[in-house]
């Protein structure tokens, strides 16, 4: 991300007190257990899904809902040994990565957080749609949602980019073509989505998938997780925010007048030397 083209007059504006107070308090309280925790649920949030992509692609016949032998997503599948891998360094990584800014910079705990949070977001939102196409037994579905994938990344992105321009500059642009007609392509993709369903229940000759009603359940988890990925525009938001609260982060201090130890934490250098300065008369001389 660039600094070069904002300056502290033109950011502090979009930052507020209460914000930068609440990063730090959450970032002192965020102690080396809250650390453990959070890092072991995501973490095995992760393992559990690479765990679960295995298990579909090894039981694609004796499952107890009928899975598509030759589903292209298996080859997408991740191996088990480079899922354990990433979440032990994304694990430890929060862990000790944490304690280590946690000593120097309550606000920088908030960003290394927050950079965190986005990396492990991305994985579980990839493998979770990787996971979701291999319930789906119907070749056209997975296109279907392959297609609609695909087109929810570009608006995510799309969405984000406008989001942040308007944050950092205050470029309020005329709605964009697909702004202007968002309620018609919704009612496209539904119209879509529906003849899609349809024609997967009625001309697929599948006895079995037209009486099982969980599978067909299945097929909403895709779309369920396309949705989710529109979450992101906000965790990134946030995050422009702490990255120029950092940026600017002595700046900011004085503007709000918090105090070194709320600001810099109880556990950092800064805060340790003020802390013998005051106690000590002779070194403020």
Same mark, same amino acid.
């Given at each position: 991300m660039t600094t070069k083209k904002i300056e502290f007059n033109a950011i502090e504006e979009i930052i507020?007190?209460?914000?930068a107070l609440e990063c730090c308090e959450m970032s002192?309280?965020? $102690?080396?257990?809250r650390r453990f925790l959070v890092g072991g649920f995501? $973490?095995?949030l992760l393992l559990m899904l690479g765990f679960f992509s295995q298990y579909a692609i090894t039981h694609f016949h004796s499952a107890t809902i009928t899975l598509d032998s030759t589903n292209e997503y298996q080859y997408f599948v991740t191996p088990m040994s480079i899922v354990f891998i990433l979440s032990s360094i994304l694990f430890f990584t929060l862990v000790f990565g944490g304690t280590f800014y946690r000593?120097?910079?309550?606000?920088?705990?908030?960003?290394?957080?927050?950079?965190?949070?986005?990396?492990?977001?991305?994985?579980?939102?990839?493998?979770s749609f990787i996971v979701s196409q291999l319930l789906i037994s119907i070749k056209i579905l997975r296109y279907f949602y392959s297609i609609l994938f695909i087109i929810s990344i570009f608006l995510i992105i799309f969405k984000t980019k406008k989001n942040i321009n308007e944050l950092l500059y205050g470029e309020k642009k005329e709605d964009d073509f697909i702004s202007k007609n968002w309620k018609k392509i919704r009612e496209l993709i539904g119209i879509l989505f529906s003849v899609t369903m349809i024609y997967s229940?009625?001309?697929q000759n599948n006895s079995t998938l037209k009486q099982n009603f969980y599978l067909i359940l299945l097929w909403f988890f895709p779309i369920l997780i396309i949705v989710?990925?529109?979450?992101?525009?906000?965790i990134y938001k946030s995050y422009v925010k702490l990255f120029y609260l950092n940026y600017f982060s002595e700046d900011f201090r004085k503007k709000f007048g918090v105090d070194n130890g709320i600001w810099y934490g $109880?556990? $950092?250098?800064?805060y340790k030397k003020e802390q013998r300065k005051n106690s000590n008369p002779?070194?403020?001389t």
């Amino acid at each position: 991300m660039t600094t070069k083209k904002i300056e502290f007059n033109a950011i502090e504006e979009i930052i507020t007190k209460n914000f930068a107070l609440e990063c730090c308090e959450m970032s002192e309280k965020f $102690s080396f257990f809250r650390r453990f925790l959070v890092g072991g649920f995501f $973490s095995t949030l992760l393992l559990m899904l690479g765990f679960f992509s295995q298990y579909a692609i090894t039981h694609f016949h004796s499952a107890t809902i009928t899975l598509d032998s030759t589903n292209e997503y298996q080859y997408f599948v991740t191996p088990m040994s480079i899922v354990f891998i990433l979440s032990s360094i994304l694990f430890f990584t929060l862990v000790f990565g944490g304690t280590f800014y946690r000593k120097r910079l309550n606000i920088k705990l908030s960003l290394f957080s927050a950079k965190w949070l986005m990396a492990i977001t991305i994985f579980l939102y990839a493998l979770s749609f990787i996971v979701s196409q291999l319930l789906i037994s119907i070749k056209i579905l997975r296109y279907f949602y392959s297609i609609l994938f695909i087109i929810s990344i570009f608006l995510i992105i799309f969405k984000t980019k406008k989001n942040i321009n308007e944050l950092l500059y205050g470029e309020k642009k005329e709605d964009d073509f697909i702004s202007k007609n968002w309620k018609k392509i919704r009612e496209l993709i539904g119209i879509l989505f529906s003849v899609t369903m349809i024609y997967s229940v009625l001309f697929q000759n599948n006895s079995t998938l037209k009486q099982n009603f969980y599978l067909i359940l299945l097929w909403f988890f895709p779309i369920l997780i396309i949705v989710a990925g529109f979450f992101w525009t906000s965790i990134y938001k946030s995050y422009v925010k702490l990255f120029y609260l950092n940026y600017f982060s002595e700046d900011f201090r004085k503007k709000f007048g918090v105090d070194n130890g709320i600001w810099y934490g $109880s556990k $950092s250098k800064e805060y340790k030397k003020e802390q013998r300065k005051n106690s000590n008369p002779f070194l403020n001389t």
